[in-house]
């Protein structure tokens, strides 16, 4: 009898210690792994924004780029004011590091941005230009960035937060200049610059249904009804903790753009803490939960297969100069330590 317990106790013990090893050795192989290798499995892309300068200056800054991401999207290298600081003069240092840097590590690049009413030069916001001359001018630009990166960036967002809140047009220097024309123009163009190059349309607060998403729904069939080149939409998730839309929700978005034959991808995530509730733990812990449902959208649905970060180190975040608050939107903090989003991040993806 005594010999029939302890045989049953040995055996209890070693399933215990069986059960341990494998949680052990599975959390031991998740530490040994990366978001990059992981996403490649399932041919998803996991991307950040680049900044120029901390991609010269800091080794960390490279290391974990190119250890954990298989797509880049330059964060204002490509923006009209950096490439085409003169009428007839155009400058792609800043781009040129970043796209090399991408190509020799075997990482996507989606181009930002084309068309934008910020970020923009001076020459061309304090000139007085004919329709016909603006046109001229973002035909040239279109022409000129797109086809100095031809073949070496996937994907542009042509058009970027065109409309407004309540799904009217922007006023900007392109609706008043040459009128909703140049939202067709531009895909027309940037089509012709690089025939395989993806073309989408970006914006942020279109994450789910709502006038925003809703026009955007209706002028992307509209573009589609004459023909217009266009492959996708954008959705940028810059959420809070206290402002982010379900997972359902943005699912549903997805699907209708799917039924236009589209694909969608998020392009600029990040997820403000400043917003939230409870303990600094608490509120990471919260932020970790939204990236990975977000994450998860994208493997479920069809249409999306990238989710592209804006940045990924709190040290090179927007946020807090945009809000004026200190805050942790990105995955890594200010010391390249991964957060609890990034581990949220692989176990979603090791599933």
């Known amino acids: 009898m005594r010999w029939g317990k302890l045989l049953r106790l040995k055996v209890v013990s070693l399933s215990i210690f069986t059960a341990l090893t494998v949680l052990w050795w599975g959390h031991l192989a998740l530490s040994f792994t990366s978001l990059r290798w992981l996403a490649q499995r399932q041919d998803l892309y996991i991307g950040t924004a680049v900044q120029f300068r901390p991609l010269q200056r800091q080794p960390m800054y490279r290391q974990v780029l190119a250890r954990e991401f298989n797509m880049v999207t330059p964060e204002n290298a490509m923006k009209f004011e950096v490439v085409h600081p003169e009428r007839d003069r155009y400058d792609f240092t800043q781009a040129d590091a970043i796209v090399q840097f991408a190509s020799d590590r075997d990482l996507q690049v989606r181009g930002h941005t084309l068309v934008w009413h910020r970020q923009l030069p001076s020459w061309l916001t304090e000139g007085e230009f004919t329709p016909e001359e603006l046109k001229a001018i973002l035909r040239d630009h279109i022409y000129t960035v797109v086809g100095h990166f031809r073949d070496r960036v996937s994907a542009w967002d042509v058009v970027n937060e065109a409309f407004n809140d309540d799904g009217t047009l922007r006023d900007t220097i392109w609706l008043r200049g040459i009128g909703e024309e140049y939202l067709e ?40 009804d004459r023909g217009v080149p266009i492959d996708g939409v954008g959705l940028q998730m810059h959420v809070g903790l206290n402002n982010v839309p379900t997972a359902a929700a943005v699912a549903d978005n997805m699907r209708r753009f799917d039924e236009l034959g589209l694909e969608v991808q998020i392009t600029e995530m990040d997820v403000q803490i400043q917003n939230g509730t409870g303990t600094e733990s608490e509120r990471l812990q919260a932020q970790a939960e939204i990236y990975g449902e977000m994450l998860r959208v994208c493997q479920v649905e069809p249409n999306c297969n990238t989710l592209v970060m804006w940045g990924f180190t709190d040290a090179h975040s927007w946020i807090p100069s945009f809000t004026g608050n200190d805050d942790a939107p990105l995955i890594f903090d200010e010391s390249y330590r991964p957060k609890p989003a990034y581990y949220e991040l692989l176990e979603v993806l090791s599933r």
């Open 185 to 224: 123009l531009a895909f027309r163009w940037a089509r012709e610059a690089d025939p395989t190059a993806r073309l989408f349309y970006n914006n942020y607060g279109g994450e789910m249904a709502g006038k925003k998403a809703d026009a955007t729904y209706e002028f992307i069939q509209k573009l589609e």
